[in-house]
C-alpha cells in the first residue's frame, strides 16, 4: 500500500532551520506531485507549497515564499521541505501529500487534490 512517512520535525528557536523529509512507497513516485500542508492548533490545515512531478516548477504560501524550498529526489522516493528563518507562527504539524492528477508542471493547493498523506511530523519554533 502507500505510504507517505515525514521525518526531520522539532523544536527549534526562531531563527533556526529543519529540513523536513517525506518518503514514499508503494507509488510511482515520479508521476505525482508532492506538497507539504500544515496544521496549528485551533486551526484549519493549510497548503505550504508544492512541487511539480517535472520538479521544474514550485510554489508556496506567501508567508513561507523566500524562506521555505521545496525539493525532491525521484530516485529516493523522497521530497523535502528545507525551511530557514523559523518564526513561532510555523509552529504546526507538517503533512506531504502526494497528487496524481494535474500535469507534469502543474501545483495543486487544495487538499482534495491530492491523493495520499502521511501522518505528519511536529514542528515547534520557540519565540
Known amino acids: 500500500q502507500v505510504q507517505l512517512v515525514e521525518s526531520g520535525g522539532g523544536l527549534v528557536q526562531a531563527g533556526d532551520s529543519l529540513r523536513l523529509s517525506c518518503a514514499a512507497s508503494g507509488l510511482t513516485f515520479s508521476e505525482y506531485a508532492m506538497g507539504w500542508f500544515r496544521q496549528a492548533p485551533g486551526k484549519e490545515r493549510e497548503f505550504v507549497g508544492g512541487?511539480?512531478?517535472?520538479?521544474?516548477?514550485?510554489y508556496y504560501r506567501d508567508s513561507v515564499r523566500g524562506r521555505f524550498t521545496m525539493s525532491r529526489d525521484n530516485a529516493q522516493n523522497t521530497v523535502y521541505l528545507q525551511m530557514n528563518s523559523l518564526k513561532p507562527e510555523d509552529t504546526a504539524v507538517y503533512y506531504c501529500?502526494?497528487?496524481?492528477?494535474?500535469?507534469?508542471?502543474?501545483?495543486?493547493?487544495?487538499?482534495?487534490?491530492?491523493?495520499?498523506w502521511g501522518q505528519g511530523t511536529q514542528v515547534t519554533v520557540s519565540s
Open positions: 501529500a502526494a497528487d496524481l492528477g494535474g500535469g507534469l508542471h502543474t501545483i495543486r493547493v487544495g487538499q482534495n487534490d491530492y491523493d495520499y
Open positions: 512541487i511539480s512531478r517535472s520538479s521544474r516548477k514550485t
